[in-house]
C-alpha cells in the first residue's frame, strides 16, 4: 500500500488556527478546539493512507484545479488537497457548512 507524506501550506494551517480559536475564544470551548484538534491528526494519519484512492470531488471547479477532499473522521469539518508526487498537500480546511467553491482563492 503506498503512503503519502502530508504537508500542510501556510493557508490551511491558517484555517485551522482560526477554527480552533473560534473553539476556544467564542464558543468558550477549548475541549471542543481539542476534540477538533485531535480528530484533524487522526484524519492526516489516515490522509497518509488514501489520498491517492479518494474519488474525485463533485465540484467542476476543485477538479479543474486538481483538487480532492476527504471529511475530518469525527466532525463537520473537510480539508481539500492536491497530489504532489508522493505528497499530499493540504491546502485548505472548511467546515462543511462553508462553500469551498466561493472561498477559494
Known amino acids: 500500500m503506498k503512503t503519502y507524506k502530508v504537508l500542510l501550506t501556510a493557508d490551511a494551517r491558517e484555517d485551522l488556527k482560526r477554527y480552533l480559536s473560534y473553539l476556544k475564544n467564542v464558543k468558550k470551548s477549548p475541549q471542543a478546539a481539542r476534540n477538533v484538534l485531535n480528530d484533524y491528526i487522526d484524519t492526516r494519519k489516515e490522509l ?50 462553508e462553500d469551498a467553491d466561493s472561498k477559494l482563492k
Open 48 to 97: 497518509e493512507k488514501c489520498a491517492g484512492s479518494l474519488a474525485d470531488p463533485d465540484s467542476q471547479k476543485l477538479r479543474e484545479r486538481g483538487l480532492k477532499r476527504m471529511n475530518f473522521l469525527r466532525h463537520n469539518y473537510f480539508l481539500l488537497y492536491r497530489i504532489e508526487e508522493n505528497n499530499a498537500v493540504i491546502i485548505s480546511i472548511f467546515h462543511s457548512l
